[in-house]
């Protein structure tokens, strides 16, 4: 008997979630068996098994070969946020690099649209809603620490509190690709992208240049001396 190699053992988990990426984007989740699977990689149903404890388990190794890179870019900005001039613009970037993966990358697609159109959150999976949430609540607060950082950088207060405004540009983005999914002819991902964000930005009162914004000195209402009225002074552009 030959003995597996640690590359062989790879080769074989990678292919089984090749296999799986097709099928549950051809059929759906609910629809695909693990010997379905095993099949389709050209293995058993054993195969599995030494990989993954169960379809959720071969299911979110499936979305972390994809998911996780950007998890990871947006939590290294998160963590240098404050020490940053322009704390916007690498936000900006990340969001603009995974809509750029969604529209042209095949297999980001494929994992996206399994995701979001091909997935029952039933008993059997779970830990897949489990991990979507962690993946949502980890998203939301790198965005919390860097949108926080930026108001500091610019010198002023959001409107509405941070975590809600974090919130606001995740579920923006989110409901941008999943309508894009629906048909991907509708409309430009990254274009669209791009404007939405910089417009919801410049809504919560960020500068589009990323510098501190002037303060300017609130308006003196007109007040009676010796019976006459004072002129406000004029603003200073």
Request: charged share 25%.
């Amino acid at each position: 008997m030959v003995r597996r190699t640690k590359a062989d053992a790879e080769a074989t988990r990678h292919s089984l979630l090749d296999a799986a990426e097709h099928l549950f984007q051809e059929r759906g989740v609910s629809r695909t068996s693990l010997n379905d699977i095993a099949v389709a990689a050209g293995t058993t149903r054993g195969a599995i098994y030494w990989h993954f404890k169960d379809k959720a388990d071969l299911f979110n190794a499936m979305m972390e070969r994809v998911t996780l890179p950007l998890e990871e870019t947006l939590a290294g900005i998160g963590k240098k946020a404050s020490a940053l001039d322009n704390p916007l613009q690498p936000l900006r970037d990340a969001i603009a690099h995974a809509l750029h993966k969604a529209a042209t990358d095949e297999q980001t697609r494929r994992v996206f649209e399994i995701a979001t159109l091909q997935v029952e959150y039933n008993d059997e999976m779970h830990a897949v809603r489990a991990r979507h949430l962690q993946g949502r609540n980890e998203c939301v607060q790198q965005t919390a620490k860097v949108l926080r950082s930026a108001a500091d950088h610019q010198g002023m207060t959001l409107a509405v509190p941070v975590q809600c405004a974090a919130l606001g540009l995740h579920v923006m983005i989110d409901g941008l690709i999943q309508n894009w999914l629906l048909d991907t002819q509708a409309f430009d991902l990254r274009r669209c992208g791009r404007q939405l964000v910089d417009t919801y930005l410049s809504g919560l009162g960020f500068s589009q240049s990323g510098a501190r914004a002037p303060r300017r000195p609130a308006p003196v209402r007109a007040a009676a001396v010796s019976g006459a009225a004072l002129p406000e002074p004029a603003e200073h552009p």
